[in-house]
């Protein structure tokens, strides 16, 4: 769990290689305010210089299992409600803020306010749609691989990467007829424009786009509704998952690798390469749950062309240095 230098490389509670020196102070319900030296890039959860991750994951996993979050003022950890509502979903668990000042907290991360909460566990919510970004030749395993996904979803928008066509109902085993539909538009070398067009077929609020080398488990996925409205009660407009590159079938030390993929269909996203949703009111209107993660299958021969293709779509943007990242196996 630590690297070189004799401390963690990984966040304790969502696993990015992200801690840095930090600044940040929370405030304690006892109105004593306390500086913490490290913090998480990727989560925002605080900790001491040394603490032991095991040990802190398991003091907030017991304080994550009752119906009422209150911290401990002397652990070597710390995190305000936005974190907390991320630290929560781990163990498939939301979170209401207890009065107005945690809500106010809660919709301005990172604030001093130590997290309190009120926690239940997550359950129901609105109807979200599935959408996959495919090409033509790949259309047949994305059909085979729906059938497990009938349980929480009942909306299916598959998207070709080939001349424009409108979509058309496709039979697939779990799905109610006209459930499944297929359409297609040129990619035209722009991800973002095509991710909106997808959007734009979802039937729901919500929709999770995933790509035809990418899988969710249907465990992960029965939980999406509850994400949702999650993030509806926050002012949140999209969620991010992790996701696992496996490169040959072997872990890349790229993990989390958060990918922004629920979201409202209203949300837009930016970028030929490397896109991302576009949010007004930026980062806050977002938060990483942690409940399950994306899988990503890709060859040794992909990971190797394809920062290179990415860089012709657009100058500047293809990240020939992620290509080494991948490559390397996943370590903590």
């Known amino acids: 769990m630590t690297h070189e230098s004799g401390h963690a490389r990984r966040c304790f509670l969502c696993a990015a290689a992200m801690l840095a020196p930090s600044a940040r102070r929370l405030i304690d319900p006892r109105g004593r305010a306390r500086a913490f030296p490290i913090a998480c890039g990727s989560c925002g959860v605080l900790t001491e210089r040394d603490a032991d991750p095991a040990r802190n994951w398991r003091d907030l996993a017991g304080r994550l299992a009752g119906p009422r979050f209150l911290p401990d003022p002397d652990a070597p950890y710390g995190l305000d409600l936005y974190t907390l509502r991320i630290a929560a979903t781990r163990l498939g668990r939301g979170l209401r803020p207890r009065g ?67 979509p058309r109902a496709v039979p697939v085993a779990g799905f109610a007829a006209g459930a499944v539909r297929v359409a297609a538009r040129p990619l035209a070398g ?69 990918q922004y993929r629920l979201n409202r269909t209203g949300v837009r996203y930016a970028g030929r390469v490397h896109e991302r949703p576009a949010l007004d009111g930026g980062w806050r209107r977002s938060f990483i749950a942690l409940h399950g993660a ?17 860089e012709a779509l657009d100058p500047g943007r293809g990240r020939p240095g992620e290509e080494e990242a991948l490559l390397r196996p996943y370590r903590d």
């Open 100 to 166: 107005p000042e945690d809500r106010a907290a809660l919709l301005a991360p990172h604030a001093l306010r130590a997290a309190q909460a009120d926690l239940h566990d997550l359950a129901g919510g609105p109807p979200v749609s599935l959408g996959l970004l495919c090409r033509p030749a790949d259309l047949d395993a994305v059909l085979a691989g729906l059938p497990p996904h009938a349980g929480w979803t009942g909306d299916v928008a598959i998207l070709l990467d080939a001349a424009a066509a409108p």
């Open 190 to 258: 722009d991800f973002a424009a095509q991710r909106n067009a997808l959007q734009d077929l979802a039937r729901h609020a919500w929709m999770l786009q995933l790509d035809a080398d990418e899988t969710l488990a249907p465990a992960a996925g029965r939980l999406l509704s509850a994400l949702a409205a999650l993030a509806e009660d926050g002012d949140v407009v999209s969620v991010g998952l992790p996701r696992r590159n496996r490169v040959d079938g072997i872990l890349s030390d790229v993990y989390p690798d958060v």
């Open 294 to 310: 994306i899988e990503h299958a890709l060859s040794l021969a992909h990971v190797r062309a394809r920062s290179r293709t990415y």
